[in-house]
């Protein structure tokens, strides 16, 4: 049974930062890509980033890009997103995911496994 578990999330300000962390569960974590998405309320969840297995790749939703890195330790099973730079419009609830799929991955329906989501609020 995979689990994954965010931490890190919080209030801050517009212009911080926050570091959210993914901790999985299970064995041959190497093998899967790893995502970030995150749900506003009212609204749909939506694909922030996503990092390969072995971390050679990664791709970031356009309104994120050069202020949030998506990274991971295979050691620790960990996939972080270093966020810099928060806008009020990051405000969200956080959710990181197991990629089952090498193909679709900014799609929802390309994961198998989800946290549990984690709050991100950022006041301007």
């Known amino acids: 049974q995979v689990q994954l578990v965010e931490f890190g999330g919080g209030l801050v300000q517009a212009g911080g930062s926050l570091r959210l962390s993914c901790v999985a569960s299970g064995r041959v974590f190497s093998s899967y890509g790893m995502g970030w998405f995150r749900q506003a309320p009212g609204k749909e969840r939506d694909f922030v980033a996503v990092?390969?297995?072995?971390?050679?790749?990664?791709l970031y939703v356009d309104s994120v890009k050069g202020r949030f890195t998506i990274a991971r330790d295979n050691a620790v099973n960990t996939v972080t997103l270093q966020m810099n730079n928060l806008r009020p419009e990051d405000t969200a609830v956080y959710y990181c995911?197991?990629?089952?799929?090498?193909?679709?991955?900014?799609?929802?329906?390309?994961?198998?496994?989800w946290g549990q989501g984690i709050q991100v609020t950022v006041s301007s």
């Open positions: 990092i390969s297995g072995n971390g050679g790749m990664t």
């Open positions: 995911a197991r990629a089952s799929t090498f193909q679709a991955l900014t799609n929802m329906s390309a994961y198998d496994h």
